[in-house]
């Protein structure tokens, strides 16, 4: 089977943000993920390389550069899950942790849960040697300056999806969530089926967008369910969900790959930074429609 993988930087991107940055971290991120497939490993670990890459990378909302909630802390989600067993593993709410994808991995691994929080989790992942920071390390100006001008629908996501050589399917995704946003909260990113899912039988999705509307519409499993139970071709599931979005009045998008390694990164928002290598083995880095 030819891998495949797709990663996103969030579709709450904005077209006058100069794009050049973004695309070159968008690379390295496909490149981490892709050297991991060409030699013959496995789905999962080229989602963790991907999105632990675009976590390290302070212009995309995950990890260090992740957005100041309203209290000006950074809580953070993550999950991550494999299609082969649908063995998930998440992570929310977390200030401390450098890669929370890591630490969602950890989960699933090493735990017999799939969704852990706040200081639980962070202990948690201490205790399975993953890395904490001070709350410091994940702030940037640029998000400090957003929280001070008060934006609305300032958000974005990180995720990666990825089909390997033995057919086997991933998806993982991180955030920072929405500038702003109450003290607790969280979004659709940790959740199994909301803003994550992976299922050989179907597909593998990784979301971006209004997460209380992923949620409310459990979009990533609503892909796998149109394809699985509705018969629907990958880019027609991936449009009705996300039609379900819009009707619902918010935006998103989202990568996917099915089974036999067909590609679909819709977007209704005015972009998303996005890259993949198709079954063709080329490499595509896109920003704008
Ligand atoms: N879905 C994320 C959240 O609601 C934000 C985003 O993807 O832009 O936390």
Redesign the pocket.
Known sequence: MKPVIAIHG???FSRKTPPQPYRAGLGRALAAGWDILARGGTSLDAVSAAVVALEDDALFNAGRGAVFNAAGEHEL?ASIMDGATLRAGAVAAVARIRNPVLAARAVMERSPHVLLAGAGAERFARRHGLKLEKPSYFSTPARLAALRRNLKHH???VGAVALDRNGNLAAATS?G??TGKLPGRV???PVIGA?TWADNATCAVSG????EL?LRTALAHDVAARIGYGKQSLPSAARSALAAIARLGGDGGLVAIDRRGNLALPFNSEAMPRACVGRDGKQRVRIGA
């Open positions: 969030g579709a709450g989600d958000h974005g996501t955030t969530g929405f979004g659709d990113s803003g971006t967008g209004h997460g992923f």
